[in-house]
């Protein structure tokens, strides 16, 4: 469980089964707004629920934000797949926090201990697909230091996808003399 104070209120990770109760319901309310968004555009929206198995530790794991009252409020995870050209590669999914927590930095939060996680299941790369109508996710992907790359996946909801290089990462903190942290 990691708890971080953030804009005046704490969040609070901890580790969930993605099938559990409360990540569910988190899931179906991602769901439905994306379903709700795509529907203004008029595409159909895709939704399945993960495989839990997926995100398993080493094979992933699966995150729930909590606020300061240990309610439950977004949700996120990383999942293997295929390796890429830079190697072991993990993907973030169903990256979501209710529209009431958002801009406190939550979601920045949860995507620092997603990565966190894939470097030490010795990820070199870190990838996510999303939709182009979803641009205040953008701006945290590439405040985080993502960059645009070529699709990797067939996801019929994605329309953008991102990548973030790991390795070279880790030795540009290394090598600039930035603090590590365990």
């Known amino acids: 469980m990691r708890r971080a104070a953030y804009a005046g209120g704490v969040a609070t990770l901890r580790r969930s089964p993605v099938d559990a109760p409360d990540a569910h319901a988190l899931l179906a309310e991602y769901f439905a707004s994306r379903e709700r968004g795509f ?8 939704t399945a629920f993960p495989d839990p198995s997926l995100f398993e530790p080493p094979a992933g ?6 606020d300061d009252s240990g309610a439950p409020v977004g949700c996120g995870g990383i999942r293997l797949i295929a390796d890429g050209a830079n190697g072991r590669r993990y993907e973030v999914k169903h990256l979501y926090l209710r529209p009431e927590t958002r801009g406190r930095g939550w979601g920045r939060l949860l995507l620092d201990d997603l990565e966190r996680r894939a470097v030490d299941f010795g ?3 870190l990838v996510l697909d999303t939709h182009h109508s ?3 996710a ?3 992907y590439a405040n985080s230091g993502f960059v645009e790359i070529p699709r990797y996946n067939d996801n019929p909801n994605a329309s953008r996808w991102y990548g973030k290089d790991l390795v070279r990462d880790d030795r540009s903190r290394r090598g600039s003399g ?3 942290t365990g």
């Open 134 to 136: 979803l641009e205040a």
């Open 178 to 180: 930035a603090a590590q």
């Open 39 to 46: 529907a203004h555009q008029n595409v159909v929206y895709t």
């Open 61 to 66: 794991v699966f995150l729930i934000v909590e």
């Open 138 to 140: 953008a701006r945290l």
């Open 123 to 125: 990820a070199h790369e």
